[in-house]
């Protein structure tokens, strides 16, 4: 069966790193797009980082550019967030999501993982 599982959130102050982490296993060779989105608190979930199993170009947000990078070992099925500079308003659940893609959009993953709590104060 499919797995996506979130490690490595927590509590960093403002200016901080955190590095995010998300095991994906069971997933057929054509759901090849993995990434991240987040939902704060009273707001709608987003999309940050996302980036094709095989490689190319990433996609980030732009409010996300500059500050966070995602890479992949697909050696170890994992997908990272390297997040820095963190803001107040970074605070949010981080989930990985992987499927077929298409727009990096909620509408495009049917596959999410359970999050990650970030909050940045």
């Known amino acids: 069966h499919v797995q996506l599982v979130e490690s490595g959130g927590g509590l960093v102050q403002p200016g901080g790193s955190l590095r995010l982490s998300c095991v994906h296993r069971?997933?057929?060779?054509?759901?090849?797009?993995v990434g991240w989105f987040r939902q704060a608190p009273g707001k709608e979930r987003e999309a940050v980082a996302g980036i094709h199993i095989g490689g190319g170009v990433a996609y980030y947000d732009d409010l996300m550019k500059g500050r966070f990078t995602i890479s992949r070992d697909n050696a170890k099925n994992t997908l990272y967030l390297q997040m820095n500079s963190l803001k107040p308003e970074d605070t949010a659940v981080y989930h990985c999501?992987?499927?077929?893609?298409?727009?990096?959009?909620?509408?495009?993953?049917?596959?999410w993982g359970q999050g990650t709590q970030v909050t940045v104060s």
């Open positions: 069971g997933f057929s060779d054509s759901r090849n797009c």
């Open positions: 999501v992987r499927d077929l893609g298409g727009s990096w959009s909620v509408a495009d993953f049917g596959y």
